[in-house]
Nanobody, 126 residues
Framework: QVQLIESGGGVVQAGGSLRLSCAAS????????MAWFRQAPGKEREFVAG????????SYADSVKGRFTISRDNDKNTMWLQMNILKPEDTAHYSC???????????????????WGQGTQVTVSS
């Protein structure tokens, strides 16, 4: 069983930055694929960024590419999402997810992930 706890959300003005953290329990963290998803009111959950297993290979949604950076520290069982140049359209509930049987082509698919955190709210004001 893996537990994920996100933190770092808040309210920020457009153009500002936030850093989300996702702390994971369990000693199999190193072999997992980790990702961030978000869901805005009235919209479907969407993939934001992910890191495939321990390869360092990352993937980003086009809408955040160049502004967001995903990183992880396996020794600390923690993943981060650095969000810069935030826009009002980035406002959403952000959740981290972990999967242990994900192949590369599934990294953007929410249903491929095994565990989810409760999420943290990010609000960007214009």
């Amino acid at each position: 069983q893996v537990q994920l706890i996100e933190s770092g959300g808040g309210v920020v003005q457009a153009g500002g930055s936030l850093r989300l953290s996702c702390a994971a329990s369990g000693d199999t963290f190193k072999q997992s694929t980790m990702a961030w998803f978000r869901q805005a009111p009235g919209k479907e959950r969407e993939f934001v960024a992910g890191m495939f297993r321990n390869s360092g290979r990352t993937s980003y949604a086009d809408s955040v590419k160049g502004r967001f950076t995903i990183s992880r520290d396996n020794d600390k069982n923690t993943m981060w999402l650095q969000m810069n140049i935030l826009k009002p359209e980035d406002t959403a509930h952000y959740s981290c997810a972990v999967g242990f049987r994900i192949i590369l082509s599934q990294m953007r698919t929410a249903t491929a992930y095994d565990y989810w955190g409760q999420g943290t709210q990010v609000t960007v004001s214009s």
